[in-house]
């Protein structure tokens, strides 16, 4: 591994599904030396692609986790995050993210900037993420790069210029004009391993100067030197292009977009190069951790590797040989045998064996400088925890987690599956922070819970494949919540009087609706009504009676109980007791505030040919969806929708239907909302009838 | 509704002019005054008393014509406050439907079509639109009246913004500027955005039809937020 952090990049490659990012990883990676064959995702040859280390996604052909890879182009060190493509598995594309300096957004030249572009492209401007495009796929009928470069610009407001003129199109891509040297490129060999630079075929000549002047006028506004020479009509040397190029794209202002074809080996090493030239590296990019012994205070990491070691856990992997957890370093080296501290746990523990990944093949290295992307062995952590070594006690700042939506009851179906699906459960929820699991005490059942149907159900075949834990599944249940709408007073008297020692405590005072928090408990007990030390058993109580609402069971959430009157008895009051009174309390108060339902709302974007623009909505509307817009280009539309996730089981099904399979769409959590008041009754019935039966 | 109190600054509601005929309306102003600003404060006007708004968004993303929505609300929340500001998001969500086209996308059939799958299938039925953005350098008469005929009979009230440009010094008898010299009588009410120094002007120049050059048909705004200003 390179010592000077100029050397070093750590990229991510991201995109829609299908267009193409794990083939080219994999030609990235055939490129630099680090395999030597070339497999297709769906590989006829039964091996698939390298980094697609999962059975399960090379059966399904996508890529579910974003495995880290090493490999070395050149004189640089380039760290692959492969990252997934599907919303449903937006955490790891963020904690990709949130370990990159910069990345690939790769497009299909067909399909263009499709809805999961724009949610991966959101998520890259949130974590300040420089990026260039790859239009990939140009060997394909229907190729057509600069409408590409149109939706960059108009859907995601990238200010996105070519730095590449393709050399024909569809089934007569040859190569690219390299529009910074003016020069033709082409690939020769079986493989594409020879790289040819000539003379720009005439016909292309006059395309060529135009988008260079496009090219040249994009960038002078980052280069003043550029600019002078562009105004005295100089010969512009090359190296004052590619520097303007990548101080724009460093500032988030730019986005080269380059073209080719990974599956038709074309395109792909200029992409290297640019990776290299253009985007960052480490010490391009302020990284700030929070110091935890000082009230938090935000901190620049100073990438250099002689300063105490800060180090992120952001992936771990059940492996051949324990955990293995992907982490970066941000300042500081990391040694084998020395002793690092998780700063979450205050743990202390040895690194034992430190290895480079290359997908499934791993090799030992003795140190990582700062800025590396490495994996540990035999440390037990979370993912996104911090490491550090005792001298200081940072932690990088915690990653952007949203809250599940959507839950199923697992049943194992043997003693020796009930064994295995707990260690896979155990394995999955310190993996990913959105993956949840619990045990129902009323039914005995176990939940999980996740961000959508898709994620539950390669948690599922996850466990079947790789812990042999089978389990019968239930219906996908919406993580419903109770919350309140108005003030209520509330003054309970708990006392019970059954021989011995009784039990009494009062409560008194009011609750109310909370915007923003989930619960807040104000004391504001006078003169001792309350004793001191039974004030928290008042505040537990609280707290339990929130675990379950009475309308269908489901969690309260929003509300601030406040309380500012009791009383108590020298003998018989205790901490059980007042925990009791303020669960009756909270019950009587609950009841008069006004009791309502919240569901999750989903983000939804459906994409398609605008003949079906009218089906569309009116299937969103018919599942009660609020359509907030629509946007017309040509000849496809997209409508996007704020849709109430219980109405969205079986959508895709729908859609297919009603579109011949033209339209797709992508869905991400937006917020919580009250739910109608005739799905609410509807709801509550079907608890009650459920309590009754069981 | 009870939000009433929340749009007595709204220009047009001074001047009492956002009435509830299925009329064309235009404002016009060279580009960077504010149309859109304008046309998203006739949409709010007429959302917070109970309406439903179609805004079409020529060459503009939906996005950014969201942005403006919260923009403005925001600007009104801030001068007039409400107990429940959620509530007022959520309804004026709930009344409006943006819809966004490419330029070229953009043409009568494509409005019929749109407008006929919302109303026909009860997803939204709009008591006006507001189409920001359409390009009238190549509109003639009869095309301008065809679009009217098809609003007259959707019954649905329309306002559209046109851009005036510097160079082009065409204008109708009644004070119209280019591109819509040749267009005017098809409107019912014509505004202009001027800008002064330090505010912008609206002149109402044609309204129910006449011709307006008395002075009280003319109104301070401020350029930040496109209220009425409080000193005039």
Known sequence: ?694 | MGYEPLVKKNPLRVLNLAGNDKKMGLIMARAGLGKTALLVQIALDSILRGKRVVHISIGENLEKTKLWYDDMLEIILQECSVAKPHELIDMVQRHRMIMSFKESAFNRARLEERLNDLILQDIFKPDCVVIDGFDFTNMDHENLEDINSLMESLRLQTWFSATSHREDDRVSPSGVPAPCHELDDLFETVVLLKSEQEHVQLEIIRHNSDVCSDDSYHLILDPATMMVKKDD
């Open chain 1, 1 to 694: 591994m390179n010592k000077d952090l100029d050397k070093v990049r750590n990229i991510g490659i991201s995109a829609h599904i299908d267009s193409g990012k794990t083939t080219l990883t994999e030609r990235i990676l055939y490129y630099t030396q680090r395999i030597h064959a070339i497999h297709e995702v769906r590989g006829k040859d039964g091996v698939g692609a390298t980094m697609d280390s999962m059975e399960l996604e090379k059966e399904r052909g996508i890529t579910i986790q974003s495995a880290a890879t090493y490999c070395s182009w050149k004189d640089i060190d380039v760290n692959i995050i492969d990252t997934p493509g599907h919303v449903d598995f937006t955490v790891e594309v963020e904690r990709a993210l949130r370990v990159l300096d910069g990345a690939v957004l790769i497009l299909c030249s067909v399909g263009g900037v499709q809805s999961q572009s724009i949610t991966v492209d959101r998520q890259m401007t949130r974590y300040n993420v420089p990026r260039i495009a790859f239009i990939n796929k140009c060997d394909r009928t229907g190729a057509n790069p600069e409408r590409v470069v149109g939706q960059l610009r108009d859907k995601l407001n990238l200010n996105a210029v070519m730095i590449q003129l393709p050399i024909g199109l569809e089934s007569e891509l040859e190569g690219m004009v390299d529009l910074v040297t003016m020069k033709a490129i082409y690939f020769d060999g079986d493989q594409g391993d020879d790289i040819r630079y000539d003379e720009i075929p005439d016909n292309l000549k006059d395309d060529a100067e135009e988008k260079r002047e496009e090219l040249l006028d994009a960038v002078s506004m980052f280069s003043e030197e550029l600019m002078e020479a562009m105004l005295e009509e100089e010969e512009i040397p090359v190296e004052l292009i590619q520097a303007a190029i990548r101080k724009g794209t460093l500032d988030l202002e730019l986005a080269p977009v380059m073209i080719g074809s990974a599956y038709k080996n074309k395109g792909v090493q200029p992409l290297l190069d640019a990776v290299e030239m253009y985007l960052p590296c480490p010490t391009d990019v302020e990284n700030t951790a929070l110091d935890l012994d000082n009230d938090e205070e935000e901190n620049k990491v100073s990438n250099n590797p002689d300063d105490p070691l800060v180090a992120l856990a952001f992936k771990l992997e059940d492996g051949r040989y324990g955990q293995l957890t992907y982490v970066r370093t941000y300042q500081g080296t990391l040694k084998k045998g020395e002793t690092i501290y998780n700063t979450r746990t205050g743990k202390k523990v040895k690194v034992g064996r430190l290895v480079r990944m290359h997908s499934n093949e791993m090799e030992e290295i003795e140190e990582a400088g700062s800025g590396d992307i490495v994996g540990l062995f035999g440390v037990d952590c979370a993912s996104g925890d911090t490491f550090c070594d005792s001298k200081i006690n940072w932690s990088m700042s915690s990653m952007h987690v949203p809250a599940p939506v959507i839950s199923l009851a697992i049943t194992p179906i043997d003693n020796k599956a009930q064994d295995n699906m707990s260690k896979a459960l155990n394995r999955f929820s310190k993996e990913d922070p959105t993956f949840k699991t619990f045990v129902d005490h009323e039914t005995s059942e176990t939940i999980i819970s996740g961000m959508g149907e898709l994620h539950l159900e390669v948690y599922i075949e996850r466990m079947k494949r790789e812990y042999k834990a089978e389990v019968e599944v239930g219906a996908p249940r919406v993580a419903y919540r109770e919350a309140i709408t108005q003030h209520a007073d509330f003054n309970y008297t708990h006392k019970k009087q059954t021989g011995g020692s009784g039990q009494f405590g009062r409560v008194g005072g009011y609750m109310e609706p909370l915007e923003e928090e989930e619960y807040e408990f104000v004391d504001q007990i006078v003169g001792g009504v309350i004793p001191r030390e039974y004030i928290p058993s008042c505040d537990k109580g609280f707290q339990a009676s929130m675990e379950k609402g009475m309308l269908i069971g489901a969690p309260i959430t929003g509300v601030r109980c406040l309380i500012n009157d009791g009383s108590y008895h020298a003998v018989d009051s205790s901490d059980m007791a007042f925990q009791q009174a303020a669960k009756g309390a909270f019950k009587e108060g609950y009841k008069k505030a006004g009791p309502v339902i919240m569901e999750p709302i989903m983000k939804v974007a459906v994409e398609g040919p605008s003949e079906f623009q009218g089906a569309i909505m009116g299937s969103l509307n018919q599942r009660r969806g609020m359509i907030v817009g629509t946007s017309e280009e040509g000849s496809y539309t997209v409508v996007e929708a704020d849709m109430p996730l219980s109405e969205m089981f079986g959508y895709s099904t729908t859609l297919r239907s009603l579109t011949q399979g033209k339209a797709e769409f992508t869905m991400e959590f937006s917020t919580y909302k009250q739910v109608p008041k005739s799905v609410s009754e509807e709801l509550v019935k079907e608890y009650e009838e459920s309590r009754k039966n069981g």
